[in-house]
Nanobody, 121 residues
Framework: QVQLVESGGGLVQPGGSLRLSCAAS????????MAWYRQAPGKQRELVAK???????RYAASVKGRFTISRDNAKNTVYLQMNSLKPEDTAVYYC???????????????WGQGTQVTVSS
C-alpha cells in the first residue's frame, strides 16, 4: 500500500510564504511524475504544479513566478515553495504521485489527504 502525507500548510498573511512537503511511503519501486493540486470551496480541483522524475516542471499561469516545485527522489518527497501568497491561493492543497509499487506492478495514481492553506489579513 502506498501512502502520501502532506505537511506545511497553515495561515499566512498576503505576501507571506509557506513550504509544503509530501512524502510517499509504503510499497514503492519507482515514482514517476509528482504534482500539487488545489481545491477552493465551490471550485473544481486544479493542477498547480507538476514535476517529472528528471526534474522538468510546469506551472499553472496563476502561480508562475511565485511557486516552485521540487523533489528529492532519495526520500520520495515532493515540495512546493509558495512565495508572495495571495488570498486567492486559499485552498486545500493535495499531493499526487504516479507510483509503481513493485517491479511487477503497473503505475497508478495516489493522492494525499490534503493540507489547508489560508491566506488572509
Amino acid at each position: 500500500q502506498v501512502q502520501l502525507v502532506e505537511s506545511g500548510g497553515g495561515l499566512v498573511q498576503p505576501g507571506g510564504s509557506l513550504r509544503l512537503s509530501c512524502a510517499a511511503s509504503g510499497s514503492i519501486f519507482l515514482v514517476n511524475d509528482m504534482a500539487w493540486y488545489r481545491q477552493a470551496p465551490g471550485k473544481q480541483r486544479e493542477l498547480v504544479a507538476k514535476i517529472t522524475r528528471g526534474g522538468s516542471t510546469r506551472y499553472a499561469a496563476s502561480v508562475k513566478g511565485r511557486f516552485t516545485i521540487s523533489r528529492d527522489n532519495a526520500k520520495n518527497t515532493v515540495y512546493l515553495q509558495m512565495n508572495s501568497l495571495k488570498p486567492e491561493d486559499t485552498a486545500v492543497y493535495y499531493c499526487n504521485a504516479d507510483v509503481r509499487p513493485t517491479l511487477f506492478s503497473d503505475y497508478d495514481l495516489y493522492w494525499g489527504q490534503g493540507t489547508q492553506v489560508t491566506v488572509s489579513s
